[in-house]
């Protein structure tokens, strides 16, 4: 492997190859090394003695803007689009925050995640247009602890993307990049030209490399035009036939340089912060603060060592204590961190994540009770859910379906916000008891009474003043949660020199019937066919019974392109067989299949669009399908999602099973596909339940949902924050049920001597009572 | 085994008068009229004990 500093030596070393940018040097660009840092850089001023970089140079925009229009958050944008627009790149609407296309993440983190995805292990680009742009909303956590502080960090932050493949015939390579870039500085702007400084660098990562250039404009990066073109092939470069302009630019810096103002939320949460500071009645002393922030960006906690001293010499440095420092700026830090966190939780409830123990809703919920914490440490009269519909109408022109879910939002908001509270009434008692006991609360104590108790350091504060939070307290309790965790394959098998099995069952559902060829006897116990109608168990669905030949077949697996059949006793390799599978066992799982599909898309609308598929699994005596929801559900909830999914059955809906490209199906009905998760190949199996529902899927169907003939639930319980289980039956297996109840329903009765079974309920009752009451009597009879 | 719906609906009523009666002495359905049996077994036995 290559690493980064070995390129960059080489790089830099032959930068005419990887930086020499005509363009630049047309426009009397020069180039210059660094001597305080010692990179490469481009610049029109003479005079420049190093590069633009903090530390080098620090933020001279502050209170001092280079450019005459004072653009808006909002402006900023539109002028970014309508440049890209007029030179021929088509504006993309902004892909989902949470990141369904992905199993490898749970957040979308860039703006070229957008048109990455994973086909067998390789990384590979599908994008809908080239050349492009795409304001890109992300959520990132590991700066937890710099948001509000440093003036520049956010967790929820746009990136607006500039993208285009180049092959030598379509889209465009580094020296258009670079002229659009420069011109949309300078002309869309009018930021003066010799203000733009562009750096080198160079970019690696999934095995692929290439040059970059980052532009800055008075001590502020405003963007990074990223140039993949090499891929690392174990040490050896090779160049790709199909390179890659991933230009990402935070659209927080575009309006923060053309405003100066002290911070970038100043500008970037525009009415929003304003609102809230009347709200919390904090008295901002802007020219306080923007002294303060030409020093803040030192208090980066990823880069200082010891955050007090680097607090102290700021402190110093302004000419007070630190206590005034802190009364100063920190009430507006605490504000500045709750309009991030809430524009965060808005934007990824909308789509559909919910806060929660585990997963990718852990981070939003430490992120809503951090912002919790800051309204309880100031005793400020704020509503969040205010905050989220101040943000969702900010936003209107960029995210309108913000506005449109904000109902739902607020709902979930003011249940986690009850959650939070009881918690703390809770556990404020354990706390006392752990002070008074005098515990040791190191940070491995903190981040266990945080992850098993929801217990978090602020409350152990209360009760212990003296208490150090570690600053990176947050990251530490958000990193583990970044990524979701790695599947193992099962490849435990010698498959060697086995052709790919031809899949029956894909191309004709309905065959029970088959004949094929004996390729290869595994252990004694696995048969490998060299074509099978037997569906290996996947997608929660399990396998198919049956015969292949005499022998029984109590499994199905399929591992890689190649399918294994469970038999007893052996088969000659070479030979013919015939093939049989269970009718009513397929029958059944197929309706269990399909009616998943029914109950997913009834609770959508039953209980709310934030639900998604958790996990499913469908076996011949009954399934089950997690869902995402945020409390358990009541009888009439259950009652209704029952009869709801029985009307689509009664209804008749056509099934239709088409395989489409990926991209074609995304693009058609959106990444609510994937429901059952990722699907790491180029053409992707849609069902449809008519125009109600579509998910990609593999496993068998029927062909209209009058076939399920009907479904029961027969238990719903929550299994973990946020999910609850839905188990279910279907067809021939529901009315069995249903029987078997009118069965108890009726020896109950007789046991009772009760005629009218609308009166059952009662007469137990009045048995229990009357039982409680004689062995009481009985009990004091004894004594 | 297909049925029609008013028997459907007949059989969920049922279905759920059941769950109610077994909600009132906290058992699974399936357990309901063993329960019932039990508890009025002991009930006798109560009263056989409070004439004695």
Not at chain 1, 579 to 596: A, D, F, P
Request: with cysteine.
């Amino acid at each position: 492997m290559l690493d980064k500093k070995t390129l960059r030596k080489k790089f830099q070393k032959e930068w005419e190859k990887y930086y020499k940018i005509d363009f630049l040097i047309n426009k009397g660009f020069q180039r210059k090394i660094c001597p305080k840092c010692g990179k490469g850089y481009w610049t029109l001023d003479p005079n420049r003695e190093h590069c633009p970089d903090q530390p080098c140079q620090d933020y001279e925009f502050l209170g001092n803007p280079p450019t005459n229009k004072r653009y808006s958050y909002i402006e900023s944008w539109h002028e970014i689009e309508k440049f890209f627009k007029k030179h021929g790149h088509r504006s993309i609407k902004q892909y989902p925050i949470v990141c369904r296309w992905r199993d490898d993440l749970f957040f979308t983190i860039a703006s070229i995640i957008d048109f990455q995805r994973v086909e067998k292990g390789q990384v590979i680009f599908q994008m809908p247009a080239n050349p492009l742009v795409v304001p890109q909303f992300c959520l990132r956590f590991p700066d937890i602890p710099n948001v509000g502080v440093t003036g520049k960090h956010y967790t929820a932050f746009c990136m607006v993307g500039q993208h285009s493949i180049y092959d030598g015939k379509q889209g465009y390579w580094k020296e258009k990049c670079i002229e659009l870039d420069y011109k949309l500085l300078t002309e869309a702007f009018g930021i003066p030209k010799e203000e733009v400084v562009f750096i080198e660098d160079l970019w690696v990562g999934q095995g692929a490399f290439g040059s970059s250039m980052e532009y800055f404009v008075r001590g502020l990066e405003l963007g990074n035009a990223v140039f993949t073109e090499f891929l690392d092939v174990n040490g050896n470069i090779k160049e790709m036939k199909e390179k890659v302009i991933d230009m990402g630019a935070g659209l927080n810096r575009f309006p923060w340089v053309c405003n100066g103002t002290p911070t970038s939320y100043d500008v970037v949460f525009g009415p929003v912060i304003n609102k809230l500071k009347d709200m919390a009645g904090v008295d901002h002393d802007r020219e306080f603060f923007l002294k303060y922030s030409k020093l803040a960006g030192g208090l980066n906690i990823d880069e200082v060592s010891n955050i007090k001293r680097a607090r102290r010499k700021v402190a110093e440095q302004l000419g007070v204590t630190v206590d005034i420092l802190n009364k100063k700026v920190r009430p507006m830090q605490a504000l500045y961190a709750i309009c991030d966190h809430t524009k965060a939780l808005t934007m990824a409830i909308s789509d559909g994540m919910l806060p929660s123990n585990t997963g990718g809703g852990y981070n939003l919920r430490v992120i809503l009770r951090r912002a919790l914490g800051f309204i309880d440490e100031y005793h400020w009269n704020i509503d969040l859910r205010d905050v989220c519909e101040m943000h969702a109408k900010h936003l209107k022109p960029m995210v309108p379906e913000l506005e449109q879910n904000i109902d739902w939002i607020k709902k979930i908001i003011e249940i986690e916000r009850k959650r939070f509270h009881e918690t703390k009434l809770r556990t404020k008692n354990i706390v006392k008891r752990m002070v008074e006991q005098e515990e040791d609360f190191t940070e491995e104590k903190m981040i266990e009474l945080y992850d098993s108790k929801g217990i978090t350091p602020e409350l152990i504060q209360d009760f212990k003043p003296d208490l150090e939070i570690p600053d990176n307290f947050y990251t530490k309790v958000t990193e583990k949660y970044e990524k979701p965790e790695k599947r193992v394959e099962r490849q435990d098998m010698d498959l060697e020199g086995l052709p790919p099995t031809q899949l029956l069952y894909r191309e004709d559902e309905k065959m029970l019937e088959f004949k094929a060829k004996v390729l290869k006897m595994i252990d004694g116990k696995w048969v490998v066919l060299d074509q099978t109608a037997f569906y290996p168990e996947s997608g929660g669905q399990k396998a198919d019974l049956g015969f292949i030949g005499s022998s029984p077949v109590s499994d199905v697996q399929k591992i890689g392109d190649i399918v294994l059949h469970r038999v007893m006793g052996e088969l000659e390799e070479g030979k013919e067989v015939e093939g049989r599978i269970n009718s009513y066992n397929r029958k059944i799982l197929t309706q269990h299949h399909t009616g998943t599909h029914v109950i997913n898309t009834a609770c959508r609308e039953i209980l709310g669009p934030w639900i998604w598929q958790h996990s499913a699994k469908k076996t011949s005596k009954k399934a089950r399908l997690d869902i995402t929801h945020y409390d358990s559900l009541t009888d009439k909830e259950e009652e209704k999602i029952e009869e709801k999914a029985n009307e689509i059955i009664r209804k008749g809906y056509p099934v239709i099973k088409k395989e489409l490209p990926r991209e074609e199906a995304e693009k058609k009905y959106g990444f609510r596909i994937y429901q059952g998760g990722v699907v790491p190949e180029s053409t992707v199996r849609v069902i449809s339940i008519d125009k109600i529902d579509h998910e990609a899927c593999g496993g068998t169907h029927v062909d209209n949902t009058k076939e399920i003939e009907s479904i029961l639930i027969t238990k719903t319980k929550r299994v973990q924050d946020g999910v609850v289980r839905i188990e279910f039956v279907a067809g021939d297996l529901a009315v069995k049920q249903l029987k078997k109840s009118e069965k108890l329903l009726k020896e109950a009765c007789e046991t009772l001597g009760v005629k009218d079974e609308g009166k059952l309920p009662e007469k137990v009752e009045e048995v229990f009572n009357e039982w409680k009451e004689k062995r009481k009597e009985v009990k004091s009879m004894r004594r | 085994m297909q049925i029609s719906q008013k028997e459907w609906k007949e059989l969920k009523k049922k279905q759920t008068l059941l769950k109610q009666a077994s909600d009132v002495l906290r058992v699974e359905p399936e357990d309901l009229p063993r329960v019932i049996k039990r508890f009025q077994d002991e009930l006798k036995e109560f009263k056989q004990k409070l004439k004695s």
